[in-house]
């Protein structure tokens, strides 16, 4: 049976998807972006907020839904250019500083907002 993830730590889903959805004890997390859930305002200033805010929306679920970014197993990272890449994997060392998630970087031609990164995520709980 499948299980909705609604929270307000994180940005709340506007469109016809979850914010995350649980099934036999994986969660699957759709997109996050920077934006902030207590603003409603999107950090924007660089690539390196851009990505703590992402991780934090995604933290605050995976620790909703009964997870944590320790039993993150897979990461997927789009990015609006490679170029970014290093700033952005300097914050993202900070959450995953130890035995850290399988990844993919895509560079993408094109993001919500012209943001510079979106992430989703696959746990276990």
């Known amino acids: 049976m499948k299980k ?11 469109g016809p ?3 995350a959805v649980v099934h036999n004890n994986m ?3 759709s997109g996050q972006i920077c934006i ?3 603003t409603s305002e999107m950090e924007r200033d660089s690539i390196a907020r851009q990505t703590r805010r992402v991780l934090h929306n995604i933290k605050n679920i995976l620790e909703e839904a009964g ?5 993150v197993l897979k990461c997927n990272v789009y990015i609006s250019s490679m170029e970014k890449f290093e700033d952005m994997n300097e914050v993202y060392k900070e959450f995953f500083s130890v035995n850290p998630p399988a990844r993919v970087t895509v560079a993408v031609k094109e993001l919500y ?4 990164i979106e ?6 709980i």
């Open 4 to 14: 909705i993830i609604s929270i307000d730590k994180a940005p709340l889903a506007v």
């Open 17 to 19: 998807y979850s914010q």
């Open 27 to 29: 969660i699957f997390l």
């Open 36 to 38: 902030n859930p207590e």
């Open 67 to 71: 997870s944590s970014l320790d039993k």
């Open 113 to 116: 907002d012209d943001l510079d």
């Open 119 to 124: 992430m989703d995520v696959i746990a276990y």
